[in-house]
């Protein structure tokens, strides 16, 4: 891969990195200061990895497609199986199990509830790599979701945000909320507040954002700023100009979408020839392929995925309206930008969470009270070429859509970055951008969980031909599903009554679709990951649940 370097920039941010923590704590100059790069983390919600544009997609992204050319896609980036794990291993920058999120705070099991680890929000022994960067002179920003605690303590400025708004709960309607709906936890600067009537999630995130940088521009200060959207996460509703424009386009169905996602990504070299791409599931009396559907359930499941494309389009065009105010106030050439999804696609269909009252015909389907999922088929089609969806720990569940553009480095135009990189890697890399040293396990006189993840501005920079060493080992699990992967090795576990529930392994140098299971012909090596998976366990404090998950219970069906 052919890279550029812009040394005096670099230059300047290695002398900062080779000791800034402390230079910057007896007091940097000014202008030193002055040089230190933005630094905007834009987070999708239930966002698939081949949805936008620079992935293989359909869907128009413009702005991400501009992003991807300014900068390069990371294609082996590694997230949790669902939402709040993946925020808590952002922040924190150790894993998930540690920092809080050993599951979700709505799913924790009797057998984990009190155990360290399992709090159900962002721990006291977490660091937060915003309050150490706040810590440093930077102003610290959060539009949108949270989710990582409720209470007082634990919300956005307890954690190092200077100024916040934030949805505290894992998800909520997109406009306004219907009286008598359960409307969420909105905060702002930590205090509740009501919407506004004009509410759309990502307008009214991008607009805070905004708001918040420019407030405080004048003093000259770099800053971080976390745009947390929930779009596209369910319940599914855009703007009905959005919706518009796709009107019509997913009436082939499942297979023919997915058939040209799978085209793009070969000719973008996501997906290289003579390796593996995981098929649909089997048609079931739930699941049912989309020759089985009658015209009416046909129109129900394309207006949901016309209404996830308008998700999701939406969503470019206010990344779009942040990058255009940087660079219309001579911010964006000194602006480090990370985009990424918090989990794979989301292919569950809760109906628990679905209000009574929801209108869901045909021609009320995207509007505020409506309220309905996109469902398996489609999320097949959303992780694209990868097996399963968000809440597995196959790589349907944990790989991200991921585009970085750093300033002083670009790749070459398609440029692909391979080597794997994981949620956890962001932390390091932002703290050495920003110049701020890693407090390792001690911070304002407490003992708090380290670091596990490791820059990736070296990577990105070209000097290093991976983030991590070969023998690097990657484990996770979520309601029990679980997997281990070290190089291109990797064990799965995943629950029934989807998964096998046993060990499986899979060769990722030839099988990155996990198609074929070698754990009978392997064992040798089956039992070495094995071995790894228990030191994992040990490490992380992993206390696999107990009891029901309604995530994982029922088997995968199509919308709602």
Request: glycine fraction near 10%; charged fraction near 20%; hydrophobic fraction near 40%.
């Amino acid at each position: 891969m052919a890279v550029k370097i812009d040394f005096p920039r670099l230059t300047a941010l290695a002398l900062l990195c080779c000791g800034v923590g402390s230079a910057l704590a007896a007091g940097t100059e000014a202008g030193a200061a002055a040089r230190r790069p933005n630094i905007l983390l834009i987070l999708a919600d239930d966002l698939g990895y081949s949805d936008i544009r620079p992935y293989g997609g359909e869907i128009d992204t413009p702005n991400l497609d501009e992003l991807a050319r300014d900068g390069v896609r990371l294609t082996n980036f590694h997230v949790a199986p669902t939402c709040s794990p993946t925020r808590a291993a952002l922040l924190s920058g150790t894993d998930h199990h540690l920092a809080g999120l050993g599951t979700m705070a709505e799913l924790i099991q009797p057998n984990q509830k009190g155990q360290p680890g399992y709090e159900g929000y962002l721990n006291d022994d977490a660091l937060s790599f915003p309050a150490l960067l706040r810590d440093a002179g930077y102003h610290t920003y959060l539009a949108g979701k949270w989710h990582l605690g409720l209470d007082g303590k634990h919300r956005p400025p307890a954690r190092g945000f200077e100024e916040s708004f934030a949805l505290l709960q894992g998800g909520g309607n997109h406009f306004a909320t219907p009286a008598g709906w359960n409307a969420g936890t909105y905060v702002d600067n930590g205090r509740e507040v009501k919407l506004p009537a004009d509410y759309f999630s990502s307008n009214t995130f991008t607009d805070k954002l905004i708001a918040f940088i420019d407030k405080h521009r004048a003093d000259g200060q770099p800053f971080f700023a976390y745009a947390a959207y929930t779009a596209p996460h369910w319940p599914l509703q855009a703007p009905p100009e959005a919706i518009a424009k796709y009107k019509g386009r997913y009436d082939g169905g499942y297979a023919a979408i997915r058939a040209e996602r799978l085209e793009r990504q070969r000719r973008l070299g996501l997906v290289e020839a003579g390796k593996s791409v995981h098929q649909p599931l089997p048609a079931t009396a739930t699941l049912p392929d989309w020759n089985s559907l009658n015209p009416e359930q046909r129109a129900l499941e394309a207006r949901r995925m016309e209404t996830y494309a308008a998700l999701v389009d939406n969503l470019d065009a206010n990344i779009g309206r942040l990058v255009q105010y940087l660079k219309d106030t001579g911010q964006y050439d000194n602006t480090a930008i990370f985009f990424l999804s918090d989990n794979g696609a989301e292919g569950h269909v809760v109906p628990e969470f679905a209000p009574a009252s929801a209108n869901n015909r045909l021609d009320n389907i995207g509007k505020a009270d409506s309220y309905v999922y996109y469902g398996a088929r489609w999320a097949e089609v959303g992780a694209t070429p990868f097996r399963y969806s968000k809440g597995f720990t196959t790589e349907g569940g944990v790989i991200s859509p991921a585009i970085a553009r750093v300033p002083g480095v670009t790749g070459a135009e398609g440029g692909n970055r391979k080597a794997l990189a994981t949620v956890r890697d962001l932390a390091p890399t932002f703290l050495q951008l920003a110049g701020v040293a890693d407090p390792g396990s001690r911070y304002k006189g407490r003992d708090v969980h380290p670091i596990s993840g490791r820059s990736l501005l070296p990577y990105l920079q070209g000097q290093v031909a991976s983030p991590h060493p070969q023998d690097y080992v990657l484990g996770e699990e979520l309601f029990g599903n679980r997997s281990i992967r070290q190089g291109d090795w990797k064990i799965v576990w995943s629950e029934k009554p989807v998964g096998s529930g046993r060990w499986e392994l899979f060769d990722l140098a030839v099988d990155p679709g996990e198609t074929t299971d070698l754990a009978a012909r392997q064992p040798a090596r089956l039992a070495e990951l094995v071995a790894l998976w228990d030191g994992y366990v040990k490490e992380n404090r992993v206390v696999l649940p107990e009891g029901r998950n309604i995530y994982l219970e029922r088997p995968f069906s199509i919308g709602n």
